[in-house]
């Protein structure tokens, strides 16, 4: 049924063959599993959500204890990107996404048992891993297995994919907490409901793994591993008997003859200096943070909370978000090959500027009424439909674009490297936002937390317009930078 649906996202219309010879199936299949990625990174970053409470009376933690264990994952987030970046250059895409779902599992099971708050953070930490190698490596890995005139349709589905991750761990928490009577109470075999929150996730981990051994390596790797029979042996697979001899000699073309890839190649022997493009994806993966989006995700109860909502309507709202979220994305992949990267990724900065503005003056007519924010009725919708058309114009935008033009936007040569450098300064930039809320929470309010994350996103505006170039319809081996 994945197949099916991911084939009419796209386009297709036979699941075998297309009329150019391109192997619908065998691509479909890929997407399909890869993005299984995508959804335990959103999984595993949306569980966090509703255990909030939970992990504060558990581990007796305050505020920046909390905010340390809700963003713990995000350092193993950091660490991981970079690694398998290099890993993935070194033992293959597919090998080190088998990794990260070991990592996936051992994470899910660790963060529900543990006894404590630095036991909960290794765990955490290792989950961080996991979702920091699936984040760069998924996107990278359909964008070197698919055709130049689809490859963003295909590559978008890994944004679908994480807020479907992330709309079912709202879902799940929200089943748990209201069938167990709150996310704190005692549920199945004397365990609280929040542990089991985790639990459900080894589920979709273990589906991962097991899909990951039906799926063949990416073949842009293998010839830069000398491997170019098993190479062209995959490419004729997924594009049609003689393409794989072509495409061979054109990836050998664009990689370098002398040595394999490696963290060097960032810098442009010509002038000494880090390569622009290298500078353009560390600034998409930084401004793709700093707009704030993670601490609706992270902290979207505790968020809701705080201005008179209950845990129910709170984790309800979460839902209605994550629904928002996926109908947008839609709209990017119908658009993203048609309009190109670009234009969405302005468009989306604009929306978001505007609609955080929004927020940030409904926010700031309200009142404190013994430490909980009260609006009034019409501040209060404000902000709730705000919020939502926020959502919505990030998913329609920076969500897949970003993660879209990483995987794509290196040349074959600096690909991992590119990864590696700007995944970590996604995650890092990630865990420095979502660790601060709370303290900015608790200082300035949420008028000026959202202040600060609607100035960033109109400066976002200027940053793509005079950096970021259009790699719409581009073949890969035709990257420069």
Not at 225 to 234: E, H, L
Not at 325 to 354: F, Q
Not at 426 to 439: C, E, L, R, V, Y
Request: negative net charge.
């Amino acid at each position: 049924m994945a197949g099916v649906a991911i084939d009419r996202l796209v386009g297709g219309g036979n699941l075998d063959t297309s009329q150019n010879g391109t192997n619908l199936g065998l691509i479909t299949a890929i997407v399909a599993v890869a993005t299984l990625g995508g959804f335990l990174f959103g999984f595993d970053s949306g569980v966090i959500n509703g255990t909030v409470d939970g992990l504060r009376i558990a581990f007796d933690s305050d505020d920046v204890g909390t905010g340390f264990n809700v963003a713990s994952m995000l350092l193993g987030c950091a660490v991981g990107a970079f690694v398998a970046g290099r890993l993935a250059d070194m033992l293959g895409r597919k090998n080190t996404l088998m990794i990260a779902a070991m990592f996936f599992i051992v994470s899910a099971y660790g963060s529900g048992i543990a006894g404590s708050s630095a036991e909960f953070i290794i765990y955490r930490i290792i989950g961080g891993f996991a979702v920091g190698a699936a984040s760069v490596l998924a996107p990278a890995y359909i964008s070197e297995v698919t055709p130049a005139d689809m490859r963003g349709r295909l590559s978008s589905i890994q944004q679908i994919m994480i807020i479907v991750g992330l709309t079912a761990a709202f879902l799940s928490n929200y089943l748990l907490a209201e069938t167990a009577g709150s996310s704190t109470s005692q549920y199945w075999l004397g365990f609280e409901a929040w542990r089991w929150m985790f639990w459900i996730e080894l589920i979709p981990a273990t589906i991962f793994l097991i899909a990951l051994f039906f799926i063949p390596e990416s073949p842009r790797f293998l010839v830069t591993k000398g491997r170019t029979d098993a190479a062209r042996s995959v490419l004729d697979r997924l594009f049609g008997g003689g393409a794989g001899e072509r495409k061979v000699g054109e990836i050998e073309r664009s990689v370098s003859n002398d040595h394999a890839p490696r963290l060097s190649d960032l810098i442009d022997k010509s002038n000494g200096k880090i390569r622009t493009i290298v500078w353009v994806g560390i600034g998409l993966a930084t401004f793709q943070q700093l707009v704030g989006i993670n601490v609706v995700f992270y902290y979207g109860a505790v968020l809701w909370q705080a201005v008179g909502f209950s845990e129910s309507d709170a984790l309800k709202i979460n839902i209605l978000s994550g629904t928002i979220s996926i109908a947008s994305c839609v709209a990017a992949i119908a658009l993203i090959d048609r309009i190109g990267r670009k234009p969405l990724l302005l468009i989306g900065s604009a929306g978001m500027a505007v609609t955080l503005a929004i927020m940030s003056v409904a926010f700031m007519s309200g009142s404190l009424v013994d430490g909980t924010l009260e609006l009034s009725d019409g501040a209060g919708l404000a902000a709730l439909i705000a919020a939502n058309v926020y959502v919505a114009f990030f998913n329609f935008s920076w969500g897949p674009v970003m993660w879209v033009m990483l995987g794509e936007m290196f040349p074959n040569q600096i690909r991992g490297s590119g990864l590696a450098v700007s995944g970590f300064a996604q995650w890092i930039s990630n865990f420095g936002i979502t660790m601060t809320f709370p303290i900015m929470l608790a200082s300035i309010g949420l008028s000026g937390a959202y202040g600060f994350y609607a100035v960033s996103a109109a400066i976002s505006v200027v940053f793509v317009w005079l950096m970021v170039r259009e790699t719409k319809g581009m073949e890969l081996e035709d990257m420069q930078g």
